[in-house]
């Protein structure tokens, strides 16, 4: 069966960097769609990044346009964010989520994954 299993949380102070990763079995498609999505207390879970591992394609929330990269690296089959200038507002539970073959529209909705991980926490501090 599918599995996903995140890491590299942890804690770092505002603009500091952190690399989370994804590593994805179980699937019968070559390719897949991975995203990353996130949820603080009190608040709703929110898409992050997306990325196609067959056309290498992304997609990013405004809230992480230009600090966030997803990336891959097919011969381990893991997905990557690298969390750069994080600030406070990015602490959350961190999950990455996929589904087989292609990616659909809307890039980050949760709908769209039925695949998910258990998730990896990420804290910012001021």
């Known amino acids: 069966q599918v599995q996903l299993v995140e890491s590299g949380g942890g804690s770092v102070q505002a603009g500091g960097s952190l690399r989370l990763s994804c590593a994805v079995s179980?699937?019968?498609?070559?390719?897949?769609?991975v995203g990353w999505f996130r949820q603080a207390p009190g608040k709703e879970r929110e898409g992050v990044a997306r990325?196609?591992?067959?056309?290498?394609?992304?997609y990013y929330a405004d809230s992480v346009k230009g600090r966030f990269t997803i990336s891959q690296d097919n011969t381990k089959n893991t997905v990557y964010l690298q969390m750069n200038s994080l600030k406070p507002e990015d602490s959350a539970m961190y999950y990455c989520?996929?589904?087989?073959?292609?990616?659909?529209?809307?890039?980050?909705?949760?709908?769209?994954?039925?695949?998910w991980g258990r998730g990896t926490q990420v804290t910012v501090s001021s």
């Open positions: 990325i196609h591992t067959g056309a290498g394609s992304t």
């Open positions: 179980g699937f019968t498609y070559s390719s897949k769609c």
């Open positions: 989520a996929a589904r087989g073959l292609i990616c659909v529209a809307p890039p980050l909705a949760e709908r769209s994954y039925p695949n």
